[in-house]
C-alpha cells in the first residue's frame, strides 16, 4: 500500500497563487508516476498535470497550460503542484494519484489516492 496525503489547500483569489503538496508513505515512492487531479461539485474529475518517477517529462491538461506546474522531491517522496494565475474555474477539491504504469490522464490508470484537498478561488 502507497500511502498519500495532500495538504495545501485553502482560499485564493483570482491570480493569486498556491502550493499544494503530496507525501507519500508505505512503498517505494521513487518507482510511481504521480498525477494530480481534481473534482469540482457536480462534475467529473479530471486530469491536471503528471510526472514521471524520475522527474522528467510531465503530462499536462491544456487548461492549466502556463500556469501550473508539477514537480517532485524523491528524496522527501513528495509531489507538488504549484498553483499560479489561478481562476474561479480551477475551484475544486484536488487529489494526487501514484500510478506504477506509464503517466496518464486517464484516472483509471492510477493505483493509489490521497485524501484530496479544497481550492477555492474566489474574491
Known amino acids: 500500500q502507497l500511502y498519500l496525503v495532500e495538504s495545501g489547500g485553502g482560499l485564493v483569489q483570482p491570480g493569486g497563487s498556491l502550493r499544494l503538496s503530496c507525501a507519500a508513505s508505505?512503498?517505494?515512492?521513487?518507482?510511481?508516476?504521480m498525477g494530480w487531479f481534481r473534482q469540482a461539485p457536480g462534475k467529473e474529475r479530471e486530469f491536471v498535470l503528471g510526472?514521471?518517477?524520475?522527474?522528467?517529462?510531465?503530462l499536462y491538461a491544456d487548461s492549466v497550460k502556463g500556469r501550473f506546474t508539477i514537480s517532485r522531491d524523491n528524496a522527501k517522496n513528495t509531489v507538488y503542484l504549484q498553483m499560479n494565475s489561478l481562476k474561479p474555474e480551477d475551484t475544486a477539491t484536488y487529489y494526487c494519484a501514484a500510478s506504477a504504469g506509464h503517466t496518464s490522464s486517464r484516472a483509471s490508470e492510477y493505483r493509489y489516492w490521497g485524501q484530496g484537498t479544497q481550492v477555492t478561488v474566489s474574491s
Open positions: 510526472i514521471r518517477s524520475s522527474g522528467g517529462s510531465t
Open positions: 508505505g512503498l517505494t515512492f521513487s518507482i510511481y508516476n
